[in-house]
């Protein structure tokens, strides 16, 4: 059972390249979740989706994108990345997609922006 | 907007019980989640409370308070495994859970 997985591991990226950080799971859940976690602030919401073909802002999505085209994959794009892009990102699903509902989450990727 | 408080870090001996509180306020409120993190992994759910009062799992036990915008996460006969970060979060009911910073938890022998 893999549940989600996440690509690459860690990358180290020179500032005003494109990203993509990619985002698999294999149970089925119909809400997927983006998060950037920097030391002192916690988890912070980048972009999320409730069901394949919709896709919301969260608390932090300027310089990022998403797009949800089938039910297990979730892409996040940095289309110009910049050094504060610097984070461990992890992608998240959920059964439901309804607040109560219990976020399962991915090994993270390590991003480096020099 | 959500504004939640949680303790940067706690130590303990093993065997021993620790509290972590989290204080939250919310425009809206529709349950508390609790996760541990271990260093350089991920989030694991642990517990979720919507009522008030104790749900207990094991070693671990969750409380709520809704009125007063409280809850903890209550470690007992601590283990060395049990080190790593626990993480607060709240939803209001729009899809979006609101993390705290964590809580770094050190077991000591």
């Known amino acids: 059972i893999a549940g989600i997985t996440q690509a690459p591991t860690s990358q180290i990226l020179a500032a005003g390249r494109r990203m993509t950080l990619r985002c698999t799971q294999d149970?089925?859940?119909?809400?997927m979740y983006w998060y950037r976690q920097d030391l002192g602030l916690g988890l912070r919401l980048i972009h999320y989706?409730?069901?394949?073909?919709?896709?919301g802002k969260g608390e932090v999505p300027d310089g990022y994108s998403v797009s949800r085209a089938n039910t297990d994959d979730f892409p996040l794009t940095l289309a110009s990345a910049v050094p504060s892009q610097t984070s461990v990102y992890f992608c998240?699903?959920?059964?439901?997609?309804?607040?109560?509902?219990?976020?399962?989450f991915g090994p993270g990727t390590r991003l480096t922006v020099l | 907007g959500q504004n939640i408080d949680q303790p940067t870090e706690m130590t303990a001996t093993e065997g021993a019980i620790v509290q972590i509180n989290c204080t939250y306020q919310?425009?809206?409120?529709?349950?508390l989640f609790w996760y541990q993190q271990h260093a350089g992994e991920a989030p694991t759910f642990l517990s979720y409370?919507?009522?008030?009062g104790l749900e207990e799992k094991g070693r671990f036990s969750s409380f709520l308070s809704r009125s007063k915008g409280y809850s903890y996460l209550l470690l007992k006969e601590l283990q060395m495994k049990d080190s790593a970060s626990y993480l607060c979060?709240?939803?209001?009911?729009?899809?979006?859970?609101?993390f705290g910073a964590g809580t770094t938890v050190t077991v000591r022998a």
């Open positions: 998240a699903s959920s059964d439901r997609g309804d607040s109560t509902d219990t976020q399962y």
């Open positions: 149970m089925r859940h119909n809400a």
């Open positions: 989706s409730n069901t394949a073909g919709t896709t």
């Open positions: 919310t425009s809206g409120f529709n349950g």
């Open positions: 409370n919507v009522l008030d």
């Open positions: 979060a709240v939803t209001n009911g729009d899809y979006k859970l609101s």
